[in-house]
């Protein structure tokens, strides 16, 4: 019912988001006298601010046509490498270029589509061969495409390192830092030559006890049959998913909202006023931040019960416990792949210590394996977008892709 009653209110909002972008749009034509009048430039940008704010919102595209790689600008184009009912393996292929390192980006399941790592990926394309999991709304893939769960994920990470090939290297930022963990070590056991030659993972919940968030006390104050109960819900009749089981994303996107609600409300504050006073690049920057942030999408309900389950309230993985179809996924296995952890220093989502304890609990890596990198001054988001990302993160990358090369 909640589904239906969401998708309901969408149609109401939609339909006054339109007249609102007309009625904003009248009050700024020269044609109409009142558009000369003291109180036109407020209307008119308050109509601006709702109208975008209750636009519905599909999947993003990445939008990359060009790239400069080594001081000059080459033709970029998108093509599937690999498809599957959850998700698709997408090359990045830039014309001309070729010799650098392969990269395999994984991008979380986590109620936002892979374009959310768009400054991931036009950064680390100057340098790398880029690959990346765009992972599909769950509502849109049919029943009978069957399930997909925590070790469906890693089962489809192994699968896109085996398409690309020997020497891959794997960037996971955030959630997706534990199921390519647990990728690398089944794969280090398993002696497969396809086995990613580094790891690098940003903002990761490896270990959730360490430093826990409001995100990580969320899921542990709470017993595991209340999220099954509360937060899972059939989709509606018109997707192609219809009566699947999911955790749908505009309740993960109400979630992050509160979590910081007067900063969103100040950013609309500010966006009203750079309207108000015909500033539309300041207020165009704060639009394309949103329309990012609210384009979310369903997450299959067995995934996400089993993320809830396994990482934030039993924590297998660093226990040493964690199982994928029916073996331990030991994190001693890894013993020749480079890990570098990545934390920011105001990471509000992630803790401090939880993604560094991946190297802690490699007992068999040597030292010469493992790095370890604090950014000051940086929150969760800013790990992977923004200018400390491109100056300051991104060359530790890769440099340590560099060193790890062969």
């Avoid at 999991?133 to 495409?145: F, G, I, K, S, Y």
């Avoid at 699968?159 to 963990?181: D, N, R, W």
């Avoid at 690049?281 to 979310?296: H, I, N, P």
């Amino acid at each position: 019912m909640l589904y239906d009653a969401y998708e309901f209110q969408r149609g109401l909002l939609s339909a006054a988001s339109a007249w609102a972008n007309i009625g904003a749009g009248w009050l700024q034509n020269p044609l109409n006298p009142m558009s000369y009048s003291s109180m036109a430039p407020m209307m008119s940008s308050g109509l601006d601010v709702f109208a975008h704010a209750s636009a519905s919102r599909g999947k993003p595209d990445f939008g990359f046509t060009e790239v400069v790689v080594d001081g000059r600008t080459v033709p970029v184009t998108e093509e599937i490498i690999m498809r599957k009912p959850f998700g698709q393996l997408k090359r990045f292929r830039r014309k001309g270029i070729s010799g650098q390192p392969k990269l395999l980006i994984v991008a979380p399941m986590s109620g936002h589509y892979a374009t959310l790592l768009r400054g991931t990926v036009a950064r680390m394309m100057q340098s790398c061969d880029v690959y990346i999991t765009d992972w599909r709304d769950a509502r849109q893939v049919p029943l009978d495409q069957g399930h997909f769960d925590l070790d469906d994920y890693v089962d489809y990470l192994i699968a896109f390192l085996e398409k690309i090939g020997p020497g891959t290297h794997m960037l996971a930022v955030c959630q997706p830092s534990v199921p390519a963990y647990a990728a690398a070590a089944v794969m280090s056991a398993d002696g497969n030559p396809c086995r990613p030659a580094t790891l690098t993972m940003m903002g990761g919940p490896i270990d959730t006890r360490e430093a826990p968030t409001a995100v990580n006390t969320v899921a542990t104050q709470r017993p595991h049959s209340w999220f099954e109960q509360n937060v899972i819900h059939r989709v509606p009749a018109f997707y192609p998913g219809s009566g699947r089981r999911v955790y749908p994303g505009f309740l993960q996107l109400t979630g992050f909202m509160a979590m910081n609600l007067g900063n969103h409300l100040v950013s609309h504050w500010s966006m009203f006023k750079h309207l108000v006073v015909g500033d539309d690049e300041s207020a165009d920057a704060t639009k394309a931040f949103y329309d990012e942030y609210r384009s979310v999408c369903d997450m299959a309900a067995e995934f996400y019960l089993q993320t809830i389950e396994v990482v934030f309230q039993k924590h297998l993985l660093p226990k040493g416990e964690m199982m994928h179809r029916g073996r331990n996924v030991d994190p001693a296995a890894i013993t020749d792949i480079g890990l570098l952890a990545i934390e920011g220093e105001n990471d509000d989502i992630s803790g401090l210590g939880q993604t560094k304890a991946a190297l802690k609990i490699a007992t068999r890596l040597p030292a010469k394996h493992k790095k370890y990198l604090m950014a000051e001054s940086v929150g969760h988001y800013g790990i992977f977008n923004g200018r400390r990302w491109r100056d300051v993160i991104a060359p530790q990358v890769e440099a340590w892709i560099a060193q790890h090369a062969g």
